[in-house]
């Protein structure tokens, strides 16, 4: 009987959840058209044409500059050498030292 009790108790949450949904999805939607867009891009392009965009500091050298070259360059190494370096890292870590003397 408890067992009842708790699938309709959770079926009725479901349906609660399901119509706020809907309901905020509907509502969402009729905001939305409400509001009054500029009929053309070019309003927009407009006003953010009287702003300047600055750069994020990441994207800037020294010097200021806007750097054009790529952020990240990523080489291929095969797998012996990412295996040596991987061991060469293991092997300097502060716990290894104790383990090897423990086997």
């Known amino acids: 009987m408890l067992h009842l009790l708790y699938i309709l108790a959770f079926t009725i949450l479901a349906c609660i959840a399901v119509a706020n949904l809907i309901r905020n999805l509907v509502m969402f939607s009729f905001i939305d058209r409400e509001r009054n867009y500029p009929a053309t891009p070019s309003a927009n392009r407009n006003y953010r044409s009287g702003r300047k965009s600055v750069p994020h500091p990441e994207l800037?050298?020294?010097d200021g500059n806007i750097i054009k070259e790529p952020l990240l360059v990523m080489r291929s190494i095969n797998v012996e050498d990412a295996?040596?370096?991987?061991?060469?890292?293991?092997?300097?870590?502060p716990?290894?030292?104790?383990?090897n003397h423990e086997k």
Do not use: F, N, P, T
């Open 60 to 62: 800037l050298d020294s």
């Open 83 to 93: 295996r040596q370096q991987l061991d060469a890292i293991y092997e300097a870590s």
């Open 95 to 99: 716990g290894q030292k104790s383990e």
